[in-house]
């Protein structure tokens, strides 16, 4: 079945650490997104990519970075430089469309906890 | 700059009974627009979405919602509400500016269901 696997599921991290958060799609998806989400803020989006290397800042990128190496995969990295990482983390992706957009499908997401 | 808005935190509504949950978005071009659902701990699934054509668009789950371009609105209904119905719900509009496509979401209200 097609669909985004995010993993892990759960991870812990602790102060001054960097963490890699997973996410791959076989959806043969071009697009690819990350977002944060904390109670009562929706969800914020921290980088985007259309296409195999190239990415770009969403609107909260500072303490985080990604790479795009293939179509199918789109890690995002949380650094030490993140003050406040506790958060629910969603990866999405969708194929663009000519002069449209097209639905984004989610992962289940992974749950970032500083201890 | 393109925003969504959701103006109702939590709702809460008795089993049965008739739900609408508001959504207003500001975007200067025609906008792209979804409905999203999310049950705890879990990531998001559509419910529906508007590009064009018929204003009053159809989704799963026997959820309706109505594009009004003069209120800037998108809102989402159902006639009766059943308990399974209580998740997170978020609105979104599809950003297609500057070449790259982007979902922006609203806060999202939580849906409450009382027997």
């Known amino acids: 079945d097609g669909g985004i696997t995010q993993s892990p599921k759960y991870l812990f991290r602790k102060e001054g650490q960097n963490v890699t958060l997973s996410c791959e799609q076989n959806?043969?998806?071009?697009?690819m997104y990350w977002y944060r989400q904390d109670p009562g803020q929706g969800l914020r989006l921290i980088y985007y990519?259309?296409?195999?290397?190239?990415?770009q800042k969403g609107d909260i990128a500072e303490g985080y970075s990604v790479s795009r190496e293939k179509k199918e995969s789109f890690p995002l990295t949380v650094t030490s430089a993140q003050k406040n990482p506790t958060a629910f983390y969603l990866c999405?992706?969708?194929?663009?469309?000519?002069?449209?957009?097209?639905?984004?499908?989610f992962g289940q997401g992974t749950r970032l906890t500083v201890v | 700059a393109q925003s969504v808005t959701q103006p109702d935190i939590h709702i809460t509504v008795s089993e049965g009974a008739s739900l609408e949950l508001r959504c207003n978005y500001s975007y200067g071009a025609t906008p792209y627009l979804f409905w999203y659902v999310q049950s705890p701990g879990q990531g998001l699934q559509l419910l529906l979405k508007y590009f064009s054509g018929d204003t009053l668009v159809q989704g799963i789950k026997g959820f309706e919602a109505e594009f009004k371009r003069s209120q800037s609105s998108f809102n989402l209904r159902k006639p009766s509400v059943h308990w399974s119905d209580a998740a997170e719900y978020f609105c979104a509009v599809g950003d297609i500016s500057g070449g790259y496509n982007k979902l922006i979401f609203g806060a999202g209200t939580r849906l409450a269901v009382h027997p």
């Open positions: 959806l043969n998806h071009d697009a």
């Open positions: 999405a992706s969708n194929q663009p469309g000519t002069g449209g957009f097209t639905e984004a499908f």
């Open positions: 990519s259309q296409i195999v290397n190239d990415f």
